[in-house]
């Protein structure tokens, strides 16, 4: 998998990925997200973080119901933003339990940053991660 580098150093790669709202899709997801942070020159250390943190935002769409996900990542050299977004039910979003869910915790300890921002209206989860230490 390559993806397209940015004209100039300084501009963000951004890629799209939608796969239905089912677990045999998280793998799909963790292949195409190591793929991202590999491409961002994310440490070892931080490519795992990643691939975690995005299961766990899939997951948690996934519970919420929908019948897909959208995968939505920005990266430039050392960090990446994703969104993962799902077409389920907006109006429930968040579940009044995310914040003492196990997910959550797993998401917020692996993240740098953390938000409950879909795109587009939808439910969603957008995190962040740069290369090194916090």
């Not at 994310?42 to 299961?55: C, G, Q, R, V, Y």
Request: proline letters at 7%; aromatic letters at 2%.
């Amino acid at each position: 998998m390559s993806i397209p580098k940015p004209a100039s150093p300084s501009a963000a790669a951004v890629v799209r990925l939608t796969v239905p709202a089912d677990p045999e899709s998280l793998f799909v997801v963790r292949t195409v997200v190591a793929g991202i942070g590999a491409e961002a020159d994310l440490t070892i250390d931080d490519l795992d973080d990643l691939s975690i943190a995005a299961e766990e935002a899939t997951l948690t769409l996934m519970s919420h119901g929908g019948a897909e996900i959208e995968l939505a990542a920005t990266t430039v050299p050392g960090e990446v933003a994703i969104t993962v977004s799902s077409d389920g039910d907006a109006s429930a979003w968040p579940p009044a339990d995310l914040a003492s869910s196990i997910s959550w915790r797993v998401l917020t300890g692996l993240a740098d940053e953390v938000d409950l921002a879909g795109a587009n209206g939808r439910p969603g989860l957008s995190f962040r991660k740069r290369s090194g230490p916090r």
